[in-house]
């Protein structure tokens, strides 16, 4: 007979730890019993501040107030990603989260770019996408009607002090301690954490959010973890809070070096900043010194080096333990996507959350859409690395020459001939990213839809210079992204 759950343990208190509380707490709150250990002594990872639009959908579910979470952590928009230098040296392009021009039932707007383009009656692709020139104005405001699609830099500790609060409130308890052992049942399920005080928790269902050392999923279940390195091989990334020296912008950037890159988040009162490098061809003291180089303001914490893994835990669910956040793997913060996957973790979670005991049925399907999922996005990123045409470093060559997988080859491959791309069912990236990222980093399409010739060339003139002229006074009129914030917080 199936055991019912009632007894929830949550390992670990980062971002991920304190998301999972607040949501479960929030939505099972009166059939689970919940309880999250964690340790000031171990602390978090400490990075992990940009995100992206499906962050709002979560706090919509949870009722958090957005003037007051943009308050509690000193948060800023945030329209898309500034790539410099990843298409080569002196280049950027902006990825950003909004929709470019019009697409009609048989294509994406692309095409109708492409043939503009080609006519010279097209300007950059940008130019037809109101939240890429928002960013780059510096403009920002919430709009009732035919808002911008956009998401939050955040103070991750700041943030999970917030979502601590809502989880006590409806009911999880927190204990302080260290996990010193983990005890099983005689078929392997888990059973306890034995902390250093003696101390034993015991539960129905164990969520691991204990970061990199995945304290359940691995080191007690032995799960197994699936490389990357060799398609994402960057491993390492230092990391530095600066004062802010101007007003925030309302964009990331990620700007390209010479074996790896550089992240800025602007938050209200700080910047984050870090490099993410590859130790093969950069040593740590190196990338140090190019990080201090090429920050601005006065340092906030001293440099941290973190050393990570890219690639997935075999299985996300194991037994009655799940992994959500780092501890189910890592696939480099390039796109802002590991808050996401900690936000599908749970959410999917409590879609097949097992109150009347598991079946290893839910376990296979959780499974299969997390792999599905991550590999979608695992690819997305990949991509941005491959496609480029640097080839000034020996890191730039190995990118551009090695191995990709068979689906992404595929994708690259259909883009550049046809112009065309199609996300797949449940995929995080739409089109309108994969085509920005694409041509961003220098893949442009030999064709067009041919259905784009059955507009006359007058008529496709008239359709671009309105998409543009509509973008362009959307951007326009919208208030300066630092004093839409000031006012926005202060009637909070
Ligand atoms: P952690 O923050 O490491 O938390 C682990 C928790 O487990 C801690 O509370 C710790 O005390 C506890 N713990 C561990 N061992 C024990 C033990 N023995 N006993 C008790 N408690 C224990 N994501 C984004 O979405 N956007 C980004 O911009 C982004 N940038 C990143 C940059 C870098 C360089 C890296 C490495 C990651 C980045 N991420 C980003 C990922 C993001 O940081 C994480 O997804 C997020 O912080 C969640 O981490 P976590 O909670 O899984 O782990």
Redesign the pocket.
Same mark, same amino acid.
């Given at each position: 007979m199936k055991q019912s759950i009632n007894k929830v343990i949550i390992?670990?208190?980062?971002?991920?730890?304190?998301?999972t509380a607040a949501t479960m707490s929030k939505l099972l709150g009166n059939v689970l019993d919940v309880t999250l !250990?964690?340790?000031?002594?171990? %602390?978090?990872? %400490? /990075?992990?501040?940009?995100?992206?639009p499906p962050l709002l959908t979560l706090h919509q579910l949870l009722k958090l107030n957005e003037q007051e979470f943009m308050a509690a952590t000193q948060a800023t928009f945030k329209l898309g990603i500034s790539f410099e230098n990843w298409k080569d040296v002196g280049e950027d392009y902006i990825h950003s989260f909004g929709t470019t021009g019009k697409d009609c039932w048989a294509c994406g707007f692309q095409h109708f770019w492409l043939k503009g383009h080609q006519k010279g009656i097209a300007s950059r692709y940008g130019d037809y996408c109101p939240e890429l020139l928002a960013a780059e104005q510096n403009k920002f405001a919430i709009q009732p009607k035919q808002g911008l699609n956009y998401a939050y830099h955040l103070d991750?500790s700041l943030y999970?002090k917030l979502l601590r609060q809502m989880a006590e409130q409806h009911g999880v308890k927190r204990v302080e301690?260290?996990?010193?052992s983990v005890q099983k049942h005689d078929n392997g399920y888990l059973k306890g $954490?034995i902390?250093?005080s003696g101390q034993t928790l015991e539960g129905d269902f164990f969520i691991d959010?204990?970061?990199?050392?995945g $304290?359940l999923i691995e080191q007690a279940l032995h799960t197994g973890y699936d490389d990357w390195t060799h398609w994402l091989p960057c491993d390492s990334?230092i990391?530095v809070q600066t004062q802010a020296t101007r007003a925030p912008i309302p964009y990331?950037r990620s700007i390209a070096h010479e074996s790896g890159w550089q992240?800025q988040?602007p938050l209200q009162h700080r910047v984050?900043n870090?490099l /993410?490098y590859c130790s093969r061809y950069q040593s740590d003291d190196d990338a140090r010194e190019q990080l201090l180089k090429n920050i601005q303001g006065e340092l906030r914490t001293e440099p941290r080096v973190?050393k990570?893994q890219t690639g997935q835990r075999r299985q996300h669910w194991n037994k009655n333990c799940v992994a !959500? %956040? $780092?501890?189910?793997g890592?696939i480099?913060?390039l796109e802002?996507?590991?808050?996401? $996957?900690?936000q599908r973790g749970i959410i999917r979670l409590l879609q097949m959350f097992p109150l009347n005991g598991i079946s290893e049925h839910d376990i296979k399907e959780f499974n299969q859409q997390t792999e599905h999922e991550v590999e979608n996005i695992r690819d997305f990123i990949i991509l941005h690395y491959h496609v480029t045409e640097r080839r000034d470093t020996p890191f730039w060559r190995h990118c551009a020459s090695m191995p990709i997988p068979d689906s992404l080859k595929h994708r690259i491959e259909l883009f550049k001939e046809t112009g065309r791309v199609f996300k797949v069912p449940n995929e995080l990236f739409a089109e309108n990213s994969w085509v920005q990222v694409m041509m961003g980093q220098g893949l442009t399409p030999q064709a067009y839809h041919p259905i784009v010739d059955h507009m006359p060339d007058h008529e496709l003139e008239a359709f671009l210079a309105q998409i543009k002229a509509q973008s362009a006074h959307r951007a326009q009129q919208l208030p300066e992204h630092a004093d839409f914030i000031n006012h926005y917080c202060k009637a909070s």
């Amino acid at each position: 007979m199936k055991q019912s759950i009632n007894k929830v343990i949550i390992a670990g208190g980062g971002t991920a730890g304190w998301m999972t509380a607040a949501t479960m707490s929030k939505l099972l709150g009166n059939v689970l019993d919940v309880t999250l !250990v964690e340790s000031e002594q171990i %602390g978090t990872v %400490g /990075v992990g501040e940009a995100t992206i639009p499906p962050l709002l959908t979560l706090h919509q579910l949870l009722k958090l107030n957005e003037q007051e979470f943009m308050a509690a952590t000193q948060a800023t928009f945030k329209l898309g990603i500034s790539f410099e230098n990843w298409k080569d040296v002196g280049e950027d392009y902006i990825h950003s989260f909004g929709t470019t021009g019009k697409d009609c039932w048989a294509c994406g707007f692309q095409h109708f770019w492409l043939k503009g383009h080609q006519k010279g009656i097209a300007s950059r692709y940008g130019d037809y996408c109101p939240e890429l020139l928002a960013a780059e104005q510096n403009k920002f405001a919430i709009q009732p009607k035919q808002g911008l699609n956009y998401a939050y830099h955040l103070d991750a500790s700041l943030y999970a002090k917030l979502l601590r609060q809502m989880a006590e409130q409806h009911g999880v308890k927190r204990v302080e301690g260290k996990i010193a052992s983990v005890q099983k049942h005689d078929n392997g399920y888990l059973k306890g $954490l034995i902390l250093d005080s003696g101390q034993t928790l015991e539960g129905d269902f164990f969520i691991d959010c204990t970061g990199f050392r995945g $304290l359940l999923i691995e080191q007690a279940l032995h799960t197994g973890y699936d490389d990357w390195t060799h398609w994402l091989p960057c491993d390492s990334a230092i990391a530095v809070q600066t004062q802010a020296t101007r007003a925030p912008i309302p964009y990331t950037r990620s700007i390209a070096h010479e074996s790896g890159w550089q992240w800025q988040i602007p938050l209200q009162h700080r910047v984050g900043n870090g490099l /993410v490098y590859c130790s093969r061809y950069q040593s740590d003291d190196d990338a140090r010194e190019q990080l201090l180089k090429n920050i601005q303001g006065e340092l906030r914490t001293e440099p941290r080096v973190i050393k990570f893994q890219t690639g997935q835990r075999r299985q996300h669910w194991n037994k009655n333990c799940v992994a !959500v %956040g $780092l501890s189910s793997g890592f696939i480099e913060p390039l796109e802002s996507t590991s808050i996401h $996957l900690i936000q599908r973790g749970i959410i999917r979670l409590l879609q097949m959350f097992p109150l009347n005991g598991i079946s290893e049925h839910d376990i296979k399907e959780f499974n299969q859409q997390t792999e599905h999922e991550v590999e979608n996005i695992r690819d997305f990123i990949i991509l941005h690395y491959h496609v480029t045409e640097r080839r000034d470093t020996p890191f730039w060559r190995h990118c551009a020459s090695m191995p990709i997988p068979d689906s992404l080859k595929h994708r690259i491959e259909l883009f550049k001939e046809t112009g065309r791309v199609f996300k797949v069912p449940n995929e995080l990236f739409a089109e309108n990213s994969w085509v920005q990222v694409m041509m961003g980093q220098g893949l442009t399409p030999q064709a067009y839809h041919p259905i784009v010739d059955h507009m006359p060339d007058h008529e496709l003139e008239a359709f671009l210079a309105q998409i543009k002229a509509q973008s362009a006074h959307r951007a326009q009129q919208l208030p300066e992204h630092a004093d839409f914030i000031n006012h926005y917080c202060k009637a909070s």
